[in-house]
């Protein structure tokens, strides 16, 4: 079907409309599209478009975020961002002709031109940055909320420390502490299973900051291993201003291991993988425990904070 001809029977709602435009416009008519008169706006000659007008203009009408090229547009110059165009079935959300592969060369060329403000301006981000560059900053801004480190499930809450650590109290039930010291005590029953993961998760209050001490049970490749290790609630860099270490042992044995913690910018499951922390071997833990013919295992793991100069 050409273009310009049929309708689409599935209609998705539209937010905003936009202004004519296509991409095999002549000069003349793009000189005087509207998206011509923003770009003249930039320049800020008086009485022209504002930033705003041109935030407006690259908002998609299906998912109301900013477009960035491919952007797609239907023959009456209705635009949407190239990850709806597929969710809509090739169907313009505003009047419903088919879409085909038309590109808006000219609201493309106006998204070149913009400066914008990081998506995290709100929480304390003042950077502003050429459109293309916005997405990639974004991802690795210091600003960005931080992921709840819970490991028992997959959590999709995110917000600043202090409301993760309310969190992971209230809703999680997560054991709080006050101290840079602690001993974590670890209690297993039936220690010769470990067919899914068996965790804890302590939160310790040090130097004014938060800290998560994990310690579980899984199989590293066919042996089965307890892991500890610690991570900062905070970036890494923040995270690397302190050092950690944790012990444990029994029957005139010890074991050890000293480290800096990892960021929670950093995934539960990749600092585990990276075993990048105190690593017990299941037959080592149950000699800690009194022997391999035990019931329980039953570990203590010390463990000390200490911040670096």
Same mark, same amino acid.
């Given at each position: ?7 689409? =029977? ?25 998206? &011509?008169?923003?770009? @003249? ?47 809509? /079935? ?22 070149? @031109?913009? $400066? ?19 997405? =990639?900053?974004? =991802?690795?801004? =210091? ?28 809703? /999680?039930?997560? $054991?709080?502490? $006050?101290?840079?010291?602690?001993? /974590? ?14 965790? &804890? ?20 490749? &066919? ?32 074991? &050890? ?9 950093? @995934?539960?499951?990749?600092?585990? $993988? ?36």
């Amino acid at each position: 079907m050409s273009h310009g001809g049929g309708f689409c =029977k599935e209609m998705i709602e539209p937010h905003v409309t936009y202004g004519d435009c296509d991409a095999a416009t002549s000069n003349m008519e793009l000189r005087s599209s509207p998206f &011509m008169t923003v770009v @003249s706006g930039l320049s800020e000659h008086p009485g022209f478009a504002s930033n705003n007008d041109v935030h407006e203009l690259l908002e998609c009408p299906v998912c109301m975020t900013l477009m960035y090229p491919p952007i797609h547009q239907c023959p009456s110059g209705h635009t949407l961002c190239s990850s709806c165009k597929a969710r809509v /079935h090739n169907c313009c959300p505003t009047c419903r002709q088919e879409l085909g592969n038309i590109r808006c060369l000219a609201l493309e060329k106006v998204a070149e @031109s913009l $400066d914008l403000p990081c998506r995290y301006q709100i929480l304390g981000c003042n950077d502003i940055f050429p459109y293309y560059s916005k997405l =990639k900053h974004e =991802k690795n801004c =210091k600003h960005r909320p931080f992921s709840c480190p819970y490991a028992g499930a997959e959590c999709s809450i995110t917000g600043d420390i202090p409301f993760l650590v309310m969190h992971l109290r209230d809703d /999680h039930k997560v $054991d709080m502490h $006050d101290g840079c010291t602690f001993n /974590h005590r670890y209690v297993k029953s039936n220690p010769q299973e470990i067919e899914n993961a068996t965790w &804890m998760l302590t939160v310790f209050n040090c130097f004014g900051r938060q800290f998560c001490l994990h310690f579980e049970a899984f199989q590293l490749g &066919m042996a089965p291993v307890y892991m500890a290790f610690l991570r900062f609630m905070g970036d890494d860099d923040e995270a690397k201003q302190f050092s950690y270490s944790l012990e444990v042992g029994g029957n005139g044995r010890k074991l &050890m291991w000293q480290g800096v913690p990892r960021s929670i910018r950093d @995934s539960h499951r990749k600092v585990r $993988d990276s075993q990048d922390g105190l690593i017990i071997q299941r037959n080592l833990a149950l000699f800690f425990s009194g022997g391999n013919n035990r019931q329980d295992l039953k570990l203590k793991v010390a463990g000390r904070i200490w911040k670096e100069n």
